[in-house]
C-alpha cells in the first residue's frame, strides 16, 4: 500500500487560490492513477479531480472545471491539485487517493486514501 499525506488546506477568501499537495510514501505512484475528492459539511464524498499515473488523461468534476488543475511530480512522489476562484461551495475536507489502475473517477477503484486536509472558503 502506499501512504499519502495532504497539506495545503487553510481558509480563504472567496476568489482566492489554494494549492494542495499530497506526498505519497512507502512505495512510487508511477504506476498509480491519483485522484482527488471532497466531503463537504453534511454531504457524500464526491469526485473532484483525477490524473492518469503518466499524466496524460485527467479528468474534472464539473463544478471545478476550468478552475482547479491537477497535476504530478513522479519524481517527487507527489500529486497537486491548484485551485483557483474558489467559492465557498468548495469548503470541505479534501482527500487524496491512489488507484492500481490507469486512472479512475470512482471512488471505489481507490485502494489508498490519505487522511484529507480541510479547505474553508469563506464569502
Known amino acids: 500500500q502506499v501512504q499519502l499525506v495532504e497539506s495545503g488546506g487553510g481558509l480563504v477568501q472567496a476568489g482566492g487560490s489554494l494549492r494542495l499537495s499530497c506526498a505519497a510514501s512507502?512505495?512510487?505512484?508511477?504506476?498509480?492513477?491519483m485522484g482527488w475528492f471532497r466531503q463537504g459539511p453534511g454531504k457524500d464524498r464526491e469526485f473532484v479531480a483525477a490524473?492518469?499515473?503518466?499524466?496524460?488523461?485527467?479528468d474534472y468534476a464539473d463544478s471545478v472545471k476550468g478552475r482547479f488543475t491537477i497535476f504530478r511530480n513522479n519524481a517527487k512522489n507527489t500529486v497537486y491539485l491548484q485551485m483557483n476562484r474558489l467559492q465557498p461551495e468548495d469548503t470541505a475536507v479534501y482527500y487524496c487517493?491512489?488507484?492500481?489502475?490507469?486512472?479512475?473517477?470512482?471512488?471505489?477503484?481507490?485502494?489508498?486514501w490519505g487522511q484529507g486536509t480541510q479547505v474553508t472558503v469563506s464569502s
Open positions: 487517493a491512489a488507484t492500481r489502475g490507469s486512472w479512475s473517477n470512482e471512488a471505489r477503484d481507490f485502494g489508498s
Open positions: 512507502g512505495r512510487s505512484i508511477l504506476n498509480y492513477g
Open positions: 490524473i492518469s499515473w503518466s499524466g496524460s488523461t485527467t
